[in-house]
């Protein structure tokens, strides 16, 4: 059964921290790329970072995080982080993670990404 799983959401204040973890299981998680969106009240959905499998070796970062997030991935513990620096209250949205395994377009729309998680809340207040 496939699951993609995230942790680490949370209030926090401007200018602090947070670091996402998004644990898969079910599929080759090295295969795919790995991406986070993220999605505010009355907006529509964002493509915030992306890593591609390990054979290709690609990040994205949208212009909005770049420079205070940063993705990683562990293949050994099928995990992507997101490490997210100096937030905003601009941040605050429902973050999701989602995977995909073949796209021709980089990064991976949203609606081409295979599998998702159920998102976790990012509150970050003024």
């Known amino acids: 059964q496939v699951q993609l799983v995230e942790y680490g959401g949370g209030l926090v204040q401007a200018g602090g921290s947070l670091r996402l973890s998004c644990v898969a299981s079910?599929?080759?998680?090295?295969?795919?790329?790995i991406g986070w969106f993220r999605q505010a009240p009355g907006k529509e959905r964002e493509g915030v970072s992306f890593?591609?499998?390990?054979?290709?070796?690609?990040?994205y970062y949208a212009d909005s995080v770049k420079g205070r997030f940063t993705i990683s991935r562990d293949n050994a513990v099928n995990t992507v982080y997101l490490q997210m620096n100096d937030l905003k209250p601009e941040d605050t949205a429902a973050y999701s993670c989602?995977?995909?395994?073949?796209?021709?377009?980089?990064?991976?729309?949203?609606?081409?990404?295979?599998?998702w998680g159920e998102g976790t809340l990012v509150n970050v207040s003024s």
């Open positions: 890593s591609t499998s390990p054979l290709h070796g690609r990040t």
């Open positions: 079910g599929f080759r998680f090295d295969e795919y790329t």
């Open positions: 989602a995977a995909n395994r073949y796209s021709q377009a980089w990064p991976p729309p949203a609606w081409g990404m295979d599998f």
